[in-house]
């Protein structure tokens, strides 16, 4: 078992930026594709973003891309979303999510453990 707990979620102007962690626990999550979900009221679980497990490969949806940057350090057993140039379409909770399946994983399907989420609450 892996327990995830993210943290750094709140209320931001438009612009502006936000750092979202995602803690790891229990069994080793080293070797897991580590990834962020984003989920707003009435829609569906989105890909945000994926990193592996040496940090080597990493993927965004293009809605993000250039805006946010995904990163983990192993020994911290850590994960984050850096989330600049923020707009209000990125109103959403956001979770992570760790799963050992095959890489590219931008499918909540291909995720084995989840967090509880953060909500992220963009202004315009």
């Known amino acids: 078992q892996v327990q995830l707990v993210e943290s750094g979620g709140g209320l931001v102007q438009a612009g502006g930026s936000l750092r979202l962690s995602c803690a790891a626990s229990g069994r080793s999550s080293r070797n897991y594709i580590m990834g962020w979900f984003r989920q707003a009221p009435g829609e569906e679980r989105d890909f945000v973003a994926a990193?592996?497990?040496?940090?080597?490969?990493?993927d965004y949806a293009d809605s993000v891309k250039g805006r946010f940057t995904v990163s983990r350090d192993n020994a911290k057993n850590t994960v984050y979303l850096q989330t600049n140039s923020l707009k209000p379409e990125d109103t959403a909770v956001y979770y992570c999510?760790?799963?050992?399946?095959?890489?590219?994983?931008?499918?909540?399907?291909?995720?084995?453990?989840w967090g509880q989420g953060t909500q992220v609450t963009v202004s315009s």
């Open positions: 999510a760790a799963g050992d399946n095959s890489w590219p994983a931008r499918s909540p399907y291909e995720y084995d453990y």
């Open positions: 990193i592996s497990w040496s940090g080597g490969r990493i």
